[in-house]
T-cell receptor, first 111, second 114 residues
Framework: ELKVEQNPLFLSMQEGKNYTIYCNYSTTSDRLYWYRQDPGKSLESLFV?????AVKQEGRLMASLDTKARLSTLHITAAVHDLSATYFCAVDISGANNLFFGTGTRLTVIP | NAGVTQTPKFRVLKTGQSMTLLCAQD?????MYWYRQDPGMGLRLIHYSVGEGTTAKGEVPDGYNVSRLKKQNFLLGLESAAPSQTSVYFC?????????????FGPGTRLTVT
């Protein structure tokens, strides 16, 4: 059974600080996705990571993928209040045609 | 270009009632999905479709049926609603001609079963 685990589940951080969200998964996959969800809203795609060592950055967010360790990280640099949201990682496995989501990390950035 | 739309946005049902949720996408995607989202449990796949006329079960299919009669539409049906089906339902779609399955989500339907 595929498991996708995120750590931490809840994160409260002050503006200006750095932090990392971790996503571990239990089976071989070369593709990992990060999504953002604002309260009461839908999911928005942030990053698609397609190979081992892939790194993508957008503003204060940077995502990376280590397929050998089955680990992806979402690093937040100098957090601002606008980054408060729930972040989900998801993986797909060959032949499945769908994504398996983690339980999400609820991030709150405190002014 | 509306992307993925869902109808209705909110619905309250009584136990035993039936309803259909409609998902429509205008991106010509082959793949479409229905998820439910419950507090603390992330998104769980109910059913999905890899093309017009095809459907497949996901992680939590019991109590739901789906149909994909047209490429752009994916319907989720509840034949006899139960309180355990109170949830937020999201539809998503993705390309099939790429090497990855980045999904585009609709705005969600909040369903309450009393």
């Amino acid at each position: 059974e595929l498991k996708v685990e995120q750590n931490p589940l809840f994160l409260s951080m002050q503006e200006g600080k750095n932090y990392t969200i971790y996503c571990n998964y239990s089976t071989t996959s070369d593709r990992l996705y990060w999504y953002r969800q604002d309260p009461g809203k839908s999911l928005e795609s942030l990053f698609v990571l397609l190979s081992n060592g892939a790194v993508k950055q957008e503003g204060r967010l940077m995502a990376s993928l280590d397929t050998k360790a089955r680990l992806s990280t979402l690093h937040i640099t100098a957090a601002v209040h606008d980054l408060s949201a729930t972040y989900f990682c998801a993986v797909d496995i060959s032949g499945a045609n769908n994504l398996f989501f983690g339980t999400g990390t609820r991030l709150t950035v405190i002014p | 270009n509306a992307g993925v739309t869902q109808t209705p946005k909110f619905r309250v049902l009584k136990t035993g009632q039936s309803m259909t949720l409609l998902c429509a996408q205008d991106m010509n995607h082959e793949y479409m999905y229905w998820y439910r989202q419950d507090p603390g449990m992330g998104l769980r796949l109910i059913h999905y479709s890899v093309g017009e006329g095809t459907t497949a079960k996901g992680e939590v299919p019991d109590g739901y049926n789906v149909s994909r009669l047209k490429k752009q539409n994916f319907l989720l049906g509840l034949e006899s609603a139960a309180p355990s089906q109170t949830s937020v339902y999201f539809c998503a779609s993705s390309y099939s001609d790429r090497d990855y399955y980045e999904q585009y989500f609709g705005p969600g339907t909040r369903l309450t079963v009393t």
